[in-house]
């Protein structure tokens, strides 16, 4: 069982940094597949990042390629999401993923392939 705690969301002017923090407080990410999704009102989850396992294969959507890293401390069970040059339309709730370690590469961008979810933290771009 793996519990996860976000942190780290706010409100930032566009061309901001933000970074997310997701701690698993119960479990481990050690061999795990790690992601951070996000939804905006009225909108479906969409993928933003994910560390395959190890944490070497590194996962970006399309849209935040060049502004966004993820990253992981196996030894502090944390994962974090550095958001730079922020946009409007990345103003969502970011939650943080976890796996059961069976997930298989081709299926790392579907929601619905990870076992474990954070409770969500709002991040709002102003304009």
């Known amino acids: 069982q793996v519990q996860l705690a976000e942190s780290g969301g706010g409100w930032v002017e566009v061309g901001g940094t933000l970074r997310l923090s997701c701690v698993a407080t119960?479990?481990?990410?050690?061999?795990?597949?790690i992601a951070w999704f996000r939804q905006a009102p009225g909108k479906e989850r969409d993928f933003v990042a994910a560390s395959f396992r190890s944490g070497s294969n590194l996962h970006y959507a399309d849209s935040v390629k060049g502004r966004f890293t993820i990253s992981r401390d196996n030894t502090k069970n944390t994962m974090y999401l550095q958001m730079n040059g922020l946009k409007p339309e990345d103003t969502a709730v970011y939650y943080c993923a976890a796996d059961n370690s069976r997930l298989i590469l081709s299926s790392l961008r579907v929601g619905e392939r990870y076992d474990y979810w954070g409770q969500g933290t709002q991040v709002t771009v102003s304009s």
């Open positions: 119960e479990g481990t990410f050690s061999r795990r597949t």
